[in-house]
C-alpha cells in the first residue's frame, strides 16, 4: 500500500530565496540529500513540465542501503507545477530493480509567508512501501533543515 508522508519547518528566508533554492541544480545538490549523502545531479530542467534526473550517493560504502545501487539512489523527476513564490510539485520516480521501491512519489512543497519567514509544507503522496515512514521522515526532515541552513 502506498502511503502520504507530511514534514513542514518555518524557515528565516523569504518565500522567494527557498523557492530559488529548489529550481537552482547547485542550490538543490547543497541542501536537497539527507545527512550522510552527496547529490549528483545528470539533468537539470526547472521549468513547468521540464525534467530533472539525480542521484542521492551515501557516504558510509560500509553499508549498503541504495535503491539504484548499493551506495545510491537514482532518480528522474518532473515539474508538474510551479507558482512562482508559493509552490512546487514534483513528479519522481526512483530507478529500481526492487517492485519495493516502484511507482512515481508526488512531492507538493507549499511555500506560505508568515512574520518570521517561510512555513514550508512537503506533502509527499505514493510513497513506496520500500521506504519506512520513520526513515523518510528523518530525510524530509533533514532536507528541511539543510534547506533552513542554506537560505537563512
Given amino acids: 500500500m502506498k502511503r502520504t508522508d507530511n514534514a513542514s519547518r518555518i524557515i528565516m528566508a523569504s518565500p522567494e530565496t527557498i523557492y530559488q533554492a529548489h529550481l537552482d541544480p547547485k ?6 540529500p539527507p545527512k550522510g549523502m552527496t547529490c549528483r545531479i545528470y539533468a537539470f530542467n526547472p521549468q513547468e513540465g521540464g525534467t530533472y534526473k539525480m542521484a542521492f ?33 514534483e513528479i519522481v520516480t526512483f530507478e529500481s530493480d526492487d517492485p519495493a521501491f516502484a511507482g512515481a512519489l508526488k512531492f507538493t512543497t507549499t511555500l506560505t509567508a508568515v512574520a518570521s519567514g517561510t512555513e ?23 532536507s528541511l533543515q539543510n534547506l533552513a541552513e542554506f537560505t537563512e
Fill in 27 to 32: 542550490a538543490v545538490a547543497a541542501w536537497r
Fill in 57 to 89: 550517493i551515501y557516504a558510509d560504502k560500509e553499508q549498503a542501503y541504495g535503491k539504484t545501487s548499493a551506495h545510491e539512489d537514482v532518480f528522474s523527476g518532473r515539474f508538474e507545477e510551479l507558482i512562482p513564490n508559493k509552490k512546487i510539485v
Fill in 120 to 142: 514550508v509544507d512537503v506533502k509527499a503522496e505514493n510513497v513506496p512501501s520500500g521506504i519506512t515512514r520513520e526513515d523518510h521522515q528523518a530525510g524530509m526532515d533533514a
